[in-house]
């Protein structure tokens, strides 16, 4: 199905606001049917909290809560709160087509998302998002596909646009001006396909301006570029613990170097 | 040509016709079931030259009225119009029946307790439509056409509805619904190689109400629009 507001924003004489209020998700899609499948257009999804999941007392997904199909187009999901992706949790698939996921707040993992499903980034923006330990953009534990949009401005501990844990393809779109301590841009454990886009103009305040590629990490690079990155210690552009294939002249104008000796 | 106007006071009126030439043969029969002071308006060109009949018809007034019109032709085509209400409304329909073609149409409104409008259609296959409303408004416009196989309808509703298409076998239904809602409803039936059928909604939300009671009705094919303003709730499931 599809539900339509009457546009993103803060104002309610004109836009759409739909308002958690402080308690649960304000969304939960396919928790009984993995096969629903909703398009979200035109509102703002707000004030939501996350579901309990996993028996430790954690909440995820204070905006949405997947295990459905999701297509956002033109909706802001921000202001939401959670343990496990502040904006959204996701075990199935969320396809982004505009609009922002901006502002959420994981108090662990994934401020934006915390994905464990597909997230397909066509357009819009995952921005100004934080986690207090890892994913201030995404949390992935599944597979982002990136082909357009932003992932900017977002902060954590560890992978400021990305903490992956499995499957990254990069393949247009840009990772900007994240911050973290290790890993500005991503901080990698799993398997990043860089088939384009950039990751460009992001900061650790210790390790990995790009990317921290760590123990376990594999980055093919084939396209695109990772540059003007910076990184307080070592590794502006890439620093890297485990495996780097492909074309290392993508990595380049990083500061203080594009990869740790 | 046949002319029926009837006046109030009639409870229950019959009309049938049937004409046929050199093994060509059409037929329609009209049936009201209708309270005091409903109107009704009938009247039957009857081309003997092509062996057809076109049929225009109305009523209109405040109370209960049942009306079925029904057709069926050479080659196999037959069809039927129903149209049941309780409340203040009106029904104009026209109807062009020819040998091994036909084609119907109905535009019905009523407000009060509840309406029902349908039409249905057989011609290698059976397909139908049809719309109800119950406690609220319903405006409705029906057509079907042999020629290319349609039963169609657009409806507007505001109170309780429920609707089906049907087209062969392939049949979407549902059920009267448990609340009261705003929407446009579209269907279609069409029977082709592959029978198909379409009944798409959308609903209305007003944000002091809630989005959940839509969310629970709709189908997966179905918009539901929201209008601007705040809506607070803990969470919205979807599942379908």
């Given at each position: ?168 393809n990069l393949n247009g779109g840009l990772i900007s001006s994240n911050t973290a301590n290790y890993g500005g841009g991503i901080a990698n454990e799993g398997t990043i396909n860089q088939n384009g886009g950039s990751i460009a103009s992001n900061a650790a ?17 084939n396209d695109g570029s990772i540059d003007h990155n910076a990184a307080k210690v070592d590794g502006g552009g890439i620093y890297n613990l485990d495996t780097i294939n492909g074309r290392k002249n993508l990595v380049h104008d990083n500061t203080p170097n594009?990869?740790?000796? | ?240």
């Amino acid at each position: 199905m599809t539900i339509n507001g009457a546009g993103a924003g803060n104002d309610p004489t004109k836009n759409t606001i739909v308002d958690g209020h402080q308690a649960d998700s304000v969304f939960i899609v396919g928790q009984n049917n993995p096969s629903a499948r909703v398009t979200l257009s035109g509102m703002t999804i707000t004030g939501g909290t996350g579901n309990p999941i996993g028996g430790f007392g954690y909440r995820a997904g204070g905006g949405i809560w997947n295990a459905g199909i999701i297509n956002l187009g033109n909706s802001i999901i921000s202001g939401n709160t959670a343990d496990l992706g502040g904006g959204i949790y996701n075990e199935g698939t969320i396809n982004q087509n505009g609009g922002s996921i901006s502002d959420n707040t994981g108090s662990s993992y994934g401020g934006g998302i915390f994905n464990e499903g597909t997230v397909n980034q066509n357009s819009g923006s995952i921005s100004t998002n934080t986690a207090g330990l890892y994913g201030g953009g995404i949390y992935n534990a599944g597979t982002v596909n990136l082909d357009g949009g932003s992932i900017a401005c977002n902060n954590a501990y560890y992978g400021g646009g990305i903490f992956n844990f499995a499957t990254v393809n990069l393949n247009g779109g840009l990772i900007s001006s994240n911050t973290a301590n290790y890993g500005g841009g991503i901080a990698n454990e799993g398997t990043i396909n860089q088939n384009g886009g950039s990751i460009a103009s992001n900061a650790a305040s210790s390790y990995g301006g790009g990317i921290f590629n760590d123990y376990g990490g594999k980055i093919n690079l084939n396209d695109g570029s990772i540059d003007h990155n910076a990184a307080k210690v070592d590794g502006g552009g890439i620093y890297n613990l485990d495996t780097i294939n492909g074309r290392k002249n993508l990595v380049h104008d990083n500061t203080p170097n594009d990869f740790n000796p | 040509m046949a002319f029926f106007l009837l006046s109030p006071g009639v409870h229950s009126i019959e009309i049938g016709l049937s004409g046929g030439n050199r093994g060509e043969s059409v037929s329609m029969s009209s049936n009201y079931d209708v309270d005091t002071g409903i109107y009704v308006n009938e009247e039957i060109p009857i081309h003997l030259s092509t062996i057809g009949i076109s049929d225009t018809r109305s009523i209109s007034g405040m109370g209960n009225k049942k009306v079925t019109q029904s057709y069926s032709g050479t080659g196999g085509y037959g069809g039927s119009a129903s149209f049941t209400a309780s409340g203040s409304g009106y029904l104009i329909g026209t109807t062009n029946l020819y040998p091994r073609s036909m084609s119907a149409s109905q535009s019905v409104s009523d407000s009060g307790e509840s309406a029902n409008a349908g039409m249905s259609l057989t011609n290698g296959g059976t397909a139908s439509v049809n719309c109800a409303m119950a406690y609220g408004s319903m405006a409705a416009s029906q057509i079907i056409c042999s020629t290319s196989a349609l039963a169609s309808s657009t409806a507007h509703i505001n109170g309780e509805f429920g609707s089906r298409t049907t087209a062969g076998s392939a049949s979407i239904i549902r059920p009267p619904s448990t609340g009261a809602f705003d929407l446009d409803l579209n269907q279609d039936a069409q029977i082709l190689s592959t029978p198909t059928t379409f009944d798409h909604a959308a609903f209305y939300v007003n944000p002091s109400t809630k989005i959940q009671p839509a969310v629970d009705e709709a189908l997966s094919d179905d918009t539901i629009n929201v209008g601007p303003g705040t809506i607070m709730r803990t969470y919205i499931s979807i599942n379908r």
